[in-house]
């Protein structure tokens, strides 16, 4: 029998419960409906290992005695099979030997008819808790082995552990970068790590948006001037090229450099030269140039707002960011780094997100990318109580269960829109099983090795759904 109990928050233990004693099937029943546990009985080995192929378990609690078999070889059979299992051994009849060797064959505890509730239920609690600190130590262990940085920048999707390496290899060379993505997607968080992680990191990081300032202004910030230039101008003023001289100077929203401008920039791309405003002196620089787009240039090209010898003079090496709706693995892994480093979090003792909170992040299409998920972030945490920001604290626009469909990119060819669907959903069910495949692959109605095999084609890995399920009951967002 399966007896759901409501989970007071986080992941709930399953425990499966072997015995052939109706009595002390309901005694246990009744003593662990009242924890946070989800309860299966059996009244043999055969139902209990059928019970084991079916869901997963966090622990068995077995007796020594059972039809079909005797509690140590279902206990060697569990450990072999599902190694994950936990087994708490029953033994009555002043079989204490029989106990310590079912716990050479891995049962983690014992305990002996009749018992006090209290006893069974400080066992069960102990074995929990060395599961969790095992599990613990697996993740962190799996953390350094599986998580990517670059600079301020955290991942595990292969989209981007792509992006890093391209990143590592130009942050060794001067040629000049484009940057493409979309809004919030972290273009000038690539562009610093270029600079930073390259020969030029002692150097100025120089950024300037160029659909920030009208033109003037921006001419005059870009190239500098001499006093006397303009009305106003009653001092020399370098501008932002020259201030880049020795690092990297940083062009963000390129494309809405007026087209004027472009022919003087295309020198300055070509020669590392510049004249001040008012000015007749050539001030020579060198600089690497990052620029960063979310529109498409080519485009802009042929429609005569982009001049195409300045496309090709930025357009030298081009860095594509994926948006978050096609990284949804990368977003537990992003609230936590934010809740280790925001100091709000940091002082409201705030270290853990819901599996709720996390499924209805995981739901939303992220049109403002990144960016957008920090500023969600920000908010829940300013509303969250306790140490742990839940579904309630999530503002209300992310809730919405068609907002994942807006992110749909219905320009796309149909092969690659539902490569992207695909992976979406199996990002959706394994977090909502915690990366169990047996649920999950009935959840999708496949077979198991066919989940396994969509899993690993899409670079994705099981046991990171399973380090966030543990988020409410006191474990780590992955």
């Known amino acids: 029998m ?4 409501a989970a007071r928050g986080g992941m709930t233990p399953q425990i499966l419960v072997v015995d052939d004693d109706p009595l002390i099937l309901e005694q246990l029943e009744t003593l662990l409906a009242g924890q946070t546990y989800r309860i299966t009985t059996a009244g043999d080995a055969a139902q209990a290992l059928q019970n084991l192929s079916e869901r997963e378990f966090t622990l068995a609690v077995v007796d020594m005695k059972i039809p079909g078999s005797d509690g140590i070889a279902l206990t060697r059979e569990i450990r072999e099979r599902w190694p994950s299992v936990d087994v708490v051994m029953i033994t009555g009849y002043g079989s204490i030997r029989g106990a310590v060797e079912a716990m050479k064959h891995g049962a983690s505890d014992y305990i002996t008819k009749p018992f006090e509730p209290e006893e069974i239920l400080l066992a069960i609690q102990k074995v929990l808790e060395r599961r969790r600190l095992i599990d613990e130590i697996e993740y962190l262990r799996k953390q350094l082995s599986d998580r990517y940085t670059f600079g301020n920048m955290v991942t595990r999707n292969p989209a981007m ?4 390496s391209t990143i590592e290899m130009l942050a060794q060379n001067d040629v000049t970068v484009l940057v493409c993505g979309e809004s919030g997607t972290g273009k000038e968080l690539v562009a610093r790590a270029i600079h930073f992680q390259g020969k030029r990191r002692a150097g100025r990081f120089v950024a300037i948006n160029c659909a920030a300032l009208p033109e003037p202004l921006l001419e005059s910030e870009l190239f500098g001037f001499e006093r006397g230039a303009f009305t ?21 929203e390129v494309e809405s450099i007026p ?11 070509q020669d590392r030269a510049i004249e001040k405003l008012g000015g007749n ?30 496309y090709y003079r930025i ?38 997100l819901s599996e709720r909170a996390l499924a209805q992040l995981m739901g939303h299409s992220w049109p403002g990318n990144v960016r957008e998920l920090l500023n969600v972030l920000e908010r829940a945490v300013l509303r969250a109580k306790g140490d742990t920001v839940r579904e309630v604290d999530i503002p209300g626009e992310i809730s919405s269960p068609n907002s994942r469909r807006s992110g749909a990119d219905y320009q796309a060819p149909l092969r690659e829109f539902l490569r992207r669907a695909e992976r979406e959903y199996l990002n959706h069910v ?11 692959a009935r959840h999708a109605m496949v077979d198991q090795a066919t989940l396994h095999r969509k899993i690993k084609a899409h670079g994705l890995h099981a046991g990171e759904f399973r380090a966030n399920g543990r988020t409410e009951g006191g ?3 992955a």
């Open 475 to 477: 474990g780590r967002p």
């Open 315 to 352: 357009n030298v090496v081009p860095v594509q960011l994926p948006p978050l709706r096609e990284r949804l693995e990368d977003i537990a892994l992003l609230v936590a780094d934010f809740l280790r480093n925001n100091l709000l979090a940091r002082e409201k003792g705030i270290n853990r």
């Open 259 to 269: 087209l004027a401008m472009q022919v003087k920039l295309l020198r300055v791309l």
């Open 2 to 5: 399966d007896h759901p109990v």
């Open 281 to 310: 002196k050539i001030v020579l620089v060198d600089m690497r140039v990052v620029a960063a787009t979310n529109r498409d240039l080519a485009a802009l090209v042929a429609s005569g707002q982009l001049r195409e010898d300045f």
């Open 232 to 252: 106003g101008a009653l001092q020399d003023r370098v501008g932002k090229i020259e201030l880049a001289n020795g690092g990297t100077l940083f062009l963000d």
């Open 430 to 440: 394994l977090a909502r099983y915690h990366g169990g495949i047996g649920p999950s």
């Open 161 to 164: 552990i792509e992006v890093f």
